[in-house]
């Protein structure tokens, strides 16, 4: 703790008792940020009001806060401070006045002298206790910014894949159905109510990475490891819905559940489904694995990234080629479109994410950002001007499209991030890592929750480092490494 020093009541005495004045310099503090420094009718949150802050208002309008309470804790403090180095300073002079006779046994001059030892403890351990209590109290008001946790608990399990899921997608036009795409080499339509799969689609050679549906029609776009991307029409059929099950004991943040036998699951399993095998349109213009494939806002145009470092836009009527985007130095990653703008996002092994315009149809500019260390494993789109970019250098970011020089918000973790998902509707970015942890965390960077790992999970996500999963809320699907989990979301005011 800052100090400064003590007056001293002549240099006859500070040589006579240099271990009294040592004892007095210790017992006071540095007054910092006071009112007397701040110049006269100028509040604190004027002094801030130029300052170019990151900081939310409401995140610094409570830092204030809390810095102004430690301001009053301590100009108390240092006005008893001031009484008692009074109170010491006197009791210096008149142990001092008498010169050696202090060691001479005198019962009140050695009652003077326990008194200024006993003044000396109590105020260190005032001061200890103070700042102990000070300390707590910040940390409490920062714990309550994170507002209340998010409760989960597992509803309903999709099982039926051979392989690991890699991707998985809801339909936004009914019949709502949830699609994931497998290493299998298929993708699997499900009834999110019942878990039953619906159809399958096995016209892929390789494994399919993604899955996305057209935003209107009852289309599906898959890209896969055959280096083609496909566009094939489905149609299901909703099975009658089920009563909920009973889902009653929430899941604490940092708690496993599911007690489940390993065959035990809800739902069926894919068994005798209705089957695509031929597909409406066929991409095939890259050299490499395709990774990932998105459609344009109005879904006439596809976009599709590959390993061969380039992304394709194509014509989806026509299957043609329009644009090749390259760049890149290295294999990407994944690519995303602006739900309302044509406005395409990859993400690349070279550690940048790229910016892709096409509101102009004159002019195709982009924009390359750097601001991770490590493979940028998927960067998306929110509903709002918003991107999240997540990284194997264990950090997701979020940028405001207006201004993308730097981050409005950093989100550090403990492991790799693999492909991020967000909410359209409550803004929540959920984090899947590598350590088979996912993360629910809200646009501001707050940790809201931490979904539950079953015995299931644990003993099934300990095949392959590069089993990339995706969850997607609300609500809350988690891909495995053969299934999928529906998790809804709850709040709670603890």
């Given at each position: 703790?800052p100090v400064e020093?003590?007056s001293s009541?002549?240099?006859?005495?500070?040589?006579?008792?240099?271990?009294?004045k040592?004892?007095?310099?210790?017992?006071?503090?540095r007054r910092t940020n006071?009112?007397?420094?701040?110049?006269?009718?100028?509040?604190?949150?004027?002094m801030?009001?130029?300052?170019?802050?990151k900081?939310?208002i409401?995140?610094r309008?409570n830092?204030?806060?809390?810095?102004?309470q430690?301001?009053?804790?301590?100009?108390?403090l240092?006005?008893?401070?001031?009484e008692?180095?009074?109170?010491i300073?006197s009791?210096?002079?008149?142990?001092s006045?008498?010169?050696?006779t202090?060691?001479?046994?005198?019962?009140s001059k050695?009652?003077l002298?326990?008194?200024?030892?006993h003044?000396?403890?109590?105020?260190s351990q005032?001061?200890k206790t103070?700042?102990?209590?000070?300390?707590?109290?910040?940390?409490?008001?920062?714990?309550?910014?994170?507002?209340?946790?998010?409760l989960?608990?597992?509803?309903?399990?999709y099982v039926?894949?051979?392989?690991?899921?890699?991707?998985?997608?809801?339909t936004?036009?009914?019949?709502?159905?949830l699609?994931?795409?497998s290493?299998?080499?298929?993708?699997?339509l499900w009834?999110?109510?019942?878990?039953?799969?619906?159809?399958?689609?096995?016209?892929?050679?390789g494994?399919?990475?993604?899955i996305k549906?057209h935003?209107t029609?009852?289309?599906?776009?898959?890209?896969?490891g055959?280096?083609t991307?496909h566009?094939?029409?489905?149609?299901?059929q909703?099975?009658a819905p089920?009563p909920p099950?009973?889902?009653t004991?929430?899941?604490d943040?940092?708690?496993?559940?599911?007690?489940?036998?390993?065959?035990?699951?809800?739902?069926e399993?894919p068994?005798?489904?209705?089957?695509?095998?031929v597909?409406?349109?066929?991409?095939k213009?890259?050299q490499?694995?395709?990774?990932?494939?998105?459609w344009?806002?109005g879904?006439?145009?596809?976009?599709?990234a590959s390993?061969?470092?380039a992304?394709?836009?194509y014509?989806?009527?026509?299957s043609?080629?329009?644009?090749?985007?390259?760049?890149?130095?290295q294999?990407l990653?994944?690519c995303?479109?602006?739900?309302?703008?044509r406005l395409?996002v990859t993400?690349s092994?070279?550690t940048?994410f790229r910016?892709?315009d096409?509101r102009?149809p004159s002019?195709?500019?982009?924009?390359v950002?750097?601001?991770?260390t490590?493979t940028?494993?998927?960067?998306?789109?929110t509903v709002?001007?918003?991107?999240?970019?997540g990284s194997d250098d264990r950090?997701v970011?979020?940028w405001?499209?207006?201004?993308?020089r730097s981050?409005?918000?950093?989100?550090?973790t403990?492991?790799?991030?693999?492909r991020?998902?967000?909410?359209?509707?409550?803004r929540?970015?959920?984090?899947p890592?590598d350590?088979?942890?996912v993360?629910l965390?809200?646009?501001?960077?707050?940790r809201?929750?931490r979904?539950?790992?079953s015995?299931?999970?644990?003993?099934?996500?300990?095949?392959?480092?590069?089993n990339k999963?995706l969850i997607?809320?609300?609500?809350c699907?988690?891909?495995t490494?053969?299934h999928c989990n529906?998790w809804?979301?709850?709040?709670?005011?603890?």
């Amino acid at each position: 703790m800052p100090v400064e020093g003590g007056s001293s009541s002549g240099s006859a005495s500070a040589a006579r008792h240099p271990k009294q004045k040592r004892k007095a310099h210790s017992l006071s503090i540095r007054r910092t940020n006071s009112t007397e420094e701040r110049p006269p009718g100028i509040q604190r949150g004027d002094m801030l009001e130029g300052q170019d802050s990151k900081l939310p208002i409401s995140l610094r309008n409570n830092l204030l806060d809390l810095f102004g309470q430690i301001e009053r804790e301590f100009e108390n403090l240092y006005i008893e401070n001031l009484e008692l180095r009074r109170e010491i300073d006197s009791l210096n002079e008149r142990l001092s006045g008498d010169g050696q006779t202090v060691d001479g046994g005198d019962p009140s001059k050695g009652a003077l002298k326990a008194k200024a030892s006993h003044s000396t403890s109590q105020l260190s351990q005032k001061l200890k206790t103070t700042y102990k209590a000070s300390t707590s109290k910040i940390v409490s008001s920062f714990k309550a910014t994170t507002g209340s946790r998010a409760l989960c608990q597992l509803l309903k399990e999709y099982v039926g894949h051979r392989d690991g899921i890699w991707d998985l997608s809801v339909t936004r036009t009914v019949p709502v159905v949830l699609g994931t795409a497998s290493a299998d080499h298929s993708a699997l339509l499900w009834s999110i109510e019942t878990g039953k799969c619906l159809l399958r689609y096995a016209g892929h050679a390789g494994s399919v990475n993604s899955i996305k549906f057209h935003p209107t029609e009852q289309m599906a776009l898959t890209a896969s490891g055959d280096q083609t991307a496909h566009i094939w029409r489905y149609m299901v059929q909703l099975p009658a819905p089920q009563p909920p099950p009973d889902v009653t004991a929430p899941c604490d943040d940092d708690q496993d559940s599911s007690d489940r036998e390993e065959g035990e699951v809800d739902g069926e399993g894919p068994g005798e489904v209705p089957t695509v095998r031929v597909a409406t349109a066929t991409l095939k213009s890259h050299q490499g694995v395709v990774i990932a494939a998105d459609w344009l806002v109005g879904g006439r145009q596809v976009v599709t990234a590959s390993w061969d470092r380039a992304a394709n836009l194509y014509e989806v009527e026509t299957s043609e080629l329009v644009h090749t985007l390259t760049g890149h130095d290295q294999e990407l990653t994944h690519c995303c479109t602006h739900p309302t703008q044509r406005l395409v996002v990859t993400s690349s092994r070279d550690t940048t994410f790229r910016l892709w315009d096409f509101r102009d149809p004159s002019i195709h500019s982009v924009n390359v950002f750097q601001g991770h260390t490590d493979t940028v494993t998927s960067a998306v789109f929110t509903v709002g001007d918003n991107v999240v970019s997540g990284s194997d250098d264990r950090t997701v970011k979020v940028w405001d499209l207006k201004n993308m020089r730097s981050p409005i918000a950093t989100i550090r973790t403990d492991s790799a991030v693999n492909r991020i998902s967000v909410s359209a509707n409550q803004r929540i970015i959920a984090l899947p890592h590598d350590n088979r942890q996912v993360r629910l965390f809200d646009m501001s960077g707050v940790r809201l929750a931490r979904l539950p790992r079953s015995n299931r999970m644990g003993r099934e996500h300990t095949h392959t480092q590069q089993n990339k999963r995706l969850i997607r809320i609300p609500p809350c699907i988690y891909g495995t490494h053969q299934h999928c989990n529906l998790w809804p979301r709850t709040r709670s005011d603890d």
